[in-house]
């Protein structure tokens, strides 16, 4: 049996954290052994749904302190006056997380660390300094979609990338992005949305378009709002049904910004939903306004869902259009006008076009091929381990 040790900086719901369950749901049925390390209990980095998970298969947790290897942010006069401070509180931080997840090796002794985001660098130095391989999962730009500082700098981590026993990366895009373009040991491995099996396709759809996404300025909801307010104008019996969290300061910064436009009546804001698939099945379009996606899960999962997506024609969401097609804009106006050519469609063009997408996604971002993907490489890792040491 092979024993992977991940590292995770948060569990709370988001992509990379459902991307990771059913992941490591596959591989534990190939016989990998998994430990994790992760935020403490009383972090507001945890979930009670991820915590059932590991509970339910019986997964061995320790907490430890993982800050993100970000510079603190200084956009306020109270964070650039408290910047010494944040900045101290961040090294010891690290300190006592590597201390900490140096006795968890020692203890465990994994035949793989594999960190499951770019952000937590602690476990490829240590592993490195302890000669065990390790997988480094990016799945975010950092700078381009969060704004980070990457710590101590974006060539230190580069740096790091390429002596890391192996990068996987969720788009091409990314490799490009870090220049790993030419290093052998990284490769891209596309999220796994669902199982093949669990494809459909609904026929009737709902008068609503969706946006579903953690809810921040770099997701585009903004835009999105611009662009609905337009389109409803002549097309009053649609909606826009927003799902996700985000900060009631910026929620209501939509909100005003939608009473503005003259479209808060015909906007749905829901809130977190389990149930993202169910919305999706039933929308009319899927639409993704983020500017610098690095994959867009949620994108892939429309495709899976039945459901036609509009996305920007930018980063990770390019990326997967390119691959499999959906509808693209570059510009509110674009937007606009994608939103009248999906409802356009008749019964039969809608369901001959979702269902051709639908194959071509089933293919690249099923959980079944991501399982694949990632365990030939801790296959390889093993490998190559052994043959060293012959």
Known sequence: ??????ILHSTIMGGATISFMNMLSGLIEKGIEPVIIGPK?????VSEDFEKYIEQRQIRYYE???PMQVWPQVNSCRRKLFFPARLVSFWVKTILGKRTIKRILKSENPDIVHTNVGVIHIGAILSKK?????????????DKDFEWSIYPSKRKFMSHLKSSSYVISITQDLINYFGLSNNTNARCVYNGILHKSETYYQSKKKK????ASRIDKEKGHKDVIKAFSVFVRTNPDYELVILGFGSEYFIHELKELSNEMGCSDKIRWEGYKSNVIDYMREAKALVVGSY???????????YLSGCLPIGRDTAGTKEILDLVGGYRFETIEGLVDCMNSVVSLDEVEYRRQALAIQKKAAE?????ANIE???SIYESLIEDKKNYGD
């Open 208 to 211: 609503y378009f969706l946006c």
């Open 373 to 375: 993907g990632v365990y």
């Open 364 to 368: 690249r971002f099923s959980i079944e």
């Open 41 to 45: 209990a009383n972090s507001e980095d």
């Open 64 to 66: 430890a302190l993982l």
């Open 1 to 6: 049996m092979m024993k992977v040790l991940y």
């Open 130 to 142: 302890m000669n065990i391989p390790h997988v480094w999962h990016i799945r975010e730009y950092q």
């Open 292 to 302: 610098s996606e690095g994959f867009g899960r949620m994108t892939a999962e429309a």
